[in-house]
């Protein structure tokens, strides 16, 4: 549990989590124009269930944490396509299934 909570920071900051390269526009959590990023942001809120979300937003690429505690990342491809140009959405849950917080990074060009 210390080790998840540690590491939520660094999530929650605004990090890359995919890490560099380009992202898989077939993969989880990439959002293709269904919703926008404020949109999103809106729609989730504290205290909604895993299901409510995944009902508003659909899949997303989960991290879990041995503690119960997930987060869930949501991203719209920057015009460069790249990890790095990517707009991001991201909800942490607590064990419960929860929504603790949310957080919306802006993706930016090089």
């Known amino acids: 549990m210390k080790a998840a909570l540690a590491a939520l920071p660094l999530l929650l900051g605004g990090c890359a989590l995919l890490g560099p390269g380009s992202i898989d526009e077939s993969g989880p959590g990439v959002m293709r124009g269904a919703v926008a990023p404020a949109s999103a942001q809106a729609s989730v809120s504290p205290g909604q ?3 409510q979300v995944s009902a508003a937003l659909g899949r997303a690429n989960v991290i879990r944490f041995d503690s119960g505690w997930e987060v869930w990342v949501y991203r719209w491809p920057g015009a460069d396509r ?3 140009g990517a707009t991001e959405f991201v909800v942490l849950f607590d064990a419960n299934g929860n929504v603790k917080k949310t957080r919306l990074r802006a993706g930016y060009r090089s």
Request: proline letters at 0%; glycine letters at 0%; aromatic letters at 0%.
């Open 82 to 84: 790249s990890t790095r």
């Open 49 to 51: 269930s895993r299901e």
